[in-house]
T-cell receptor, first 117, second 110 residues
Framework: KAGVTQTPRYLIKTRGQQVTLSCSPISGHRSVSWYQQTPGQGLQFLFEYFSETQRNKGNFPGRFSGRQFSNSRSEMNVSTLELGDSALYLC????????????????FGPGTRLTVL | DAKTTQPTSMDCAEGRAANLPCNHSTISGNEYVYWYRQIHSQGPQYIIHGLKNNETNEMASLIITEDRKSSTLILPHATLRDTAVYYCIVRVEGNTPLVFGKGTRLSVIA
């Protein structure tokens, strides 16, 4: 079974621009979570989508947004980019059937490395 | 904030068992212990998780103390490919967000 895929893998943008990152979950997984990793703050939770609805949200400004499509694929968008948004953006998917604790395990993709100049 | 405490770094000789400790003294009854690892600049890799019983899979074993206030991840025969940052995470049941601390940087030495 294919793992979580993220595109693009690398991205360079300039301040003030916006960016859209894409995540395709493991087949059959219905929840997608996004995380940001920086050297200073470590791995931090951005938001989680399930059935096209945002279920959980981390402590990030409104410039960070996301959405999920009916096929469970997800995108996240960052508007008005700042230098501090340079990071590795990670997507994780989970099955979520509610029947077993094992179904909530999150599996991560390889990440998108965003550099803001 | 992360609810776990882990040593900043550890070394292990190749072929020996790597024992990575984690303290989670404030863990609640409905919280699981999860372990992930991250090899340089890759996405975190799920290793194992448990509630109160010891768990084993093809990658590792998880030993949880009877009072659940600490646990140990055991990699039975460490290889150079096991060099990574290992994260111990306490997580409420359900699809709740993972809260990562700084983890333990494990270096496996030939």
């Amino acid at each position: 079974k294919a793992g979580v895929t993220q595109t693009p893998r690398y991205l360079i943008k300039t301040r003030g621009q916006q960016v859209t990152l894409s995540c395709s979950p493991i087949s059959g997984h219905r929840s997608v979570s996004w995380y940001q990793q920086t050297p200073g703050q470590g791995l931090q939770f951005l938001f989680e989508y399930f059935s096209e609805t945002q279920r959980n949200k981390g402590n990030f400004p409104g410039r960070f947004s996301g959405r999920q499509f009916s096929n469970s694929r997800s995108e996240m968008n960052v508007s008005t980019l700042e230098l501090g948004d340079s990071a590795l953006y990670l997507c994780a998917s989970s099955l979520v059937t509610g029947g077993s604790r094992a179904t909530d395990t999150q599996y991560f993709g390889p990440g998108t490395r965003l550099t803001v100049l | 904030d992360a609810k776990t405490t882990q040593p900043t770094s550890m070394d292990c000789a190749e072929g020996r068992a790597a024992n990575l400790p984690c303290n989670h003294s404030t863990i609640s009854g409905n919280e699981y212990v999860y372990w992930y690892r991250q090899i340089h600049s890759q996405g975190p890799q799920y290793i194992i998780h448990g509630l109160k019983n010891n768990e084993t899979n093809e990658m590792a074993s998880l030993i949880i103390t009877e009072d659940r206030k600490s646990s140990t991840l055991i990699l039975p025969h460490a290889t150079l490919r096991d060099t990574a940052v290992y994260y111990c995470i306490v997580r409420v049941e359900g699809n709740t967000p993972l809260v990562f601390g700084k983890g333990t940087r494990l270096s496996v030495i030939a």
